[in-house]
């Protein structure tokens, strides 16, 4: 057999053995993914049947340009600000205590990561409790706001991140505890054996050495908390006074096709959506990594 | 600089029990090797002098002064892990330099003791460098400028060569007994090779299974072990130990006659050092089982009656028996030492 024909031999069969896959993706993934681009060309009637009006790029001019569009990306921004540094940060913390070696720490570790696989709405449904107005736990505790949180023009979107948080933070600690699992031992101690304070180990070596895990947690978190939706869905509402504070991207995709249906707009959004998040992630490995130690030889 | 002793020093992991009644000066300014097999607890003792571990019964004196309870960061001693632990992240500068930024000194005072311990250990051109950018030697030795960098009261290195090849190995021996000379601080070295310990230590504390069994200089150790494991343990090759029988002042190995050392008649083991064994005509019978050509000299292994091995060291120049050979072989000292052949404890005239 020649060596040509083997080539072509065995690429038979690495396409026959990745054609599940790649159908899959292509029917879930790619096919919709291109779909939605024809879709921000139209504007499409809410009810099926009707015929789709061509608008052309000007649809999606005129929708990321509009007032809604852009109070939404700064909502979806600032929501972001607040869940990832806070959220990586909790997360951090959370695991640099749990990794003492202290008797008992299995459950709190088991605790502390529960949040990562606990649903949104189960945690919008708790987080609502605590902060109602009437029977919550916090304004038992005499904290409270008026009108109260959720329905507060200033504190709707912070008791949104707050949710936030608290779910990513389950993530980040998983993440970091495994990073601080992975770091050489006798790197930690010669640190102590150096004669460095438990501060000065944290921020000169733990962090440092930890650089490619928060990286990654940024970057993994950022994508998550600009297509954060749930909680908004649950708590808010597109009825609520604060829908204007609350109304993430992913949400103004929401209500572009239920309330003011034309899916064309959604798609619109989406695109831009999808844009944003993939330049900041750029930038993130633009600027940030560059800053990252990785240990390994 | 400070002496150290280990005060009746027990350490358990689990029911896993490492170290046991471990009694042991180190004095002030003395370079000691602690030397044993692999798993015996070097590392441990090694690791509770710096407080990375506490005792679980007895106590640690660094200076006179207990450091129960006293934490690795204020304790004043340095370690040299046997992986180096060097900070990934940070310049060889900013490595040597870590532990002055827990001392008062200032700015430039730190950067002139970081480029003088760089330039005691040739690394001079290296300062900017990553540690994964170096060779495992350049690595030792950052190791090395780290520990030294803050004149600690104690050195602590646990088989720091371990890692380098024979002729770095040998060179920066000489380097860090040099160094110590140098520094006058109190150093316990931890290695598994005896050539090592031989050549650097003061003295030389062997341990086996976390006990300690004797303390001496590289010469007491190698002519006048305590027990049959320093005996073998110490010495290219070890001692050969040969079960024997007294009979009328006679000591026979199987059936043949071989030294005439007075005393009762009794089961014993002697030792004989392979110099002083001599393949012969006559004598105790054998088999050469192995041979290993040194260059200049050659150790011939026997089977010896009754399933024990000896090794006979001779010139490269005399004849040698081929594999598989019988030979015969006499023991040409007149004062080969003796074992209890129960205890296995020296036995002295
Ligand atoms: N943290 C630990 N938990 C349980 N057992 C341990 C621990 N550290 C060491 N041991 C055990 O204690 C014994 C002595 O270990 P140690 O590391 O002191 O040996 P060592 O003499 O340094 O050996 P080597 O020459 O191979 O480095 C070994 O049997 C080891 O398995
Ligand atoms: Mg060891």
Redesign the interface.
């Given at each position: 057999m020649t060596r040509r024909s083997v080539r072509i031999r065995q690429s038979v069969g690495a396409y026959a053995l990745i054609a599940p896959a790649l159908t899959l993706i292509s029917v879930f993934i790619i096919y919709p993914f291109l779909r939605n681009f024809k879709l921000a060309l139209y504007a499409i009637p809410p009810f099926p049947g009707l015929p789709s009006k061509w608008l052309g790029i000007h649809q999606f001019t005129t929708t990321v340009t509009s007032d809604v569009f852009l109070n939404s990306l700064q909502a979806t921004l600032l929501y972001t600000a607040m869940v990832v540094p806070l959220g990586v940060f909790a997360g951090l913390v959370l695991a640099v205590t749990a990794h003492q070696k202290l008797r008992g720490m299995a459950i709190y570790r088991v605790i502390f990561s529960t949040t990562a696989v606990s649903s949104v709405a189960v945690a919008a449904t708790i987080f609502g409790t605590l902060l109602n107005p009437v029977n919550g736990l916090l304004p038992w505790f005499g904290i409270n706001v008026n009108p109260p949180f959720l329905q507060n023009t200033t504190w709707a979107l912070p008791a949104m991140a707050i949710i936030g948080i608290w779910e990513f933070m389950g993530l980040s600690f998983l993440l970091f505890s495994a990073g601080l699992q992975s770091l050489?031992e006798?790197?930690m101690?010669?640190?102590?054996?150096?004669?460095?304070?438990p501060v000065?180990r944290f921020f000169?070596?733990t962090i440092?050495?930890l650089?490619p895990t928060i990286f990654y947690a940024v970057a993994v978190g950022t994508i998550a908390a600009m297509y954060t939706f749930g909680q908004m869905d649950v708590l808010i509402g597109t009825g609520s006074t604060t829908y204007t504070n609350t109304d993430t991207l992913a949400y103004l995709i929401y209500q572009s096709v239920t309330v003011q249906p034309n899916a064309g707009v959604a798609a619109c959004i989406s695109i831009a959506l999808f844009g944003i998040t993939s330049l900041i992630t750029f930038l993130q490995f633009r600027f940030l990594e560059r800053r990252v130690?990785y240990?390994g030889? | 600089m400070a002496e150290v002793r280990f005060e009746q020093v027990g350490k358990q992991f689990g029911t896993q029990q490492v170290l046991t009644g471990f009694d042991l000066t180190v004095d002030d300014g003395e370079f000691l090797v602690l030397l044993g097999p692999s798993g015996c607890g070097k590392t441990t003792a090694l690791r509770m002098v710096a407080g990375l571990e506490e005792p679980t019964t007895g106590s640690i004196l660094i200076g006179g002064k207990s450091v129960e309870g006293v934490a690795p960061q204020h304790r004043d001693v340095a370690m040299v892990f046997q992986s180096y632990a060097l900070y990934p992240h940070l310049s060889v500068a900013k490595n040597i330099g870590f532990p002055l930024l827990s001392q008062d000194g200032s700015k430039d005072e730190n950067q002139k003791k970081v480029r003088e311990a760089a330039e005691l250990l040739g690394l001079g051109e290296l300062l900017s460098r990553k540690p994964k950018e170096l060779s495992g030697g350049q690595r030792q030795r950052v190791a090395l400028a780290r520990a030294i960098v803050r004149s600690p009261r104690v050195f602590l290195m646990d088989e720091p060569l371990s890692n380098l090849d024979a002729t770095l190995r040998t060179q920066t021996r000489g380097e860090i007994v040099q160094l110590q000379q140098r520094l006058g601080t109190t150093t316990i070295y931890v290695t598994h090779d005896q050539v090592e310990a031989m050549t650097m230590g003061d003295r030389i504390a062997v341990m086996n299974n976390g006990h300690l069994q004797q303390i001496g200089s590289p010469a007491e150790l190698y002519e006048d072990p305590i027990n049959t494991f320093v005996a073998s343990f110490v010495g290219n090759p070890g001692m050969n130990l040969l079960r024997a029988q007294r009979r009328s002042g006679v000591i026979y190995v199987g059936d043949t006659a071989t030294v005439n050392v007075l005393g009762a008649d009794e089961s014993i083991v002697m030792g004989v050092r392979s110099e002083d064994l001599q393949l012969s005509n006559s004598g105790v019978p054998g088999v050469c089982s192995a041979l290993e050509v040194l260059g200049s000299e050659v150790h011939v292994h026997v089977d010896a009656p009754g399933g024990q091995t000896v090794v006979i060291r001779q010139a490269a120049n005399v004849a040698r028996p081929r594999l598989g050979e019988t030979v015969s072989f006499i023991v040409t000292t007149e004062n080969p030492l003796f074992f209890d052949a129960l205890t296995l404890e020296r036995l002295r005239a």
């Open positions: 050489p006798e790197v101690e010669a640190a102590l054996v150096d004669g460095a304070s000065r000169r070596v440092p050495m650089s130690h240990v030889e | -």
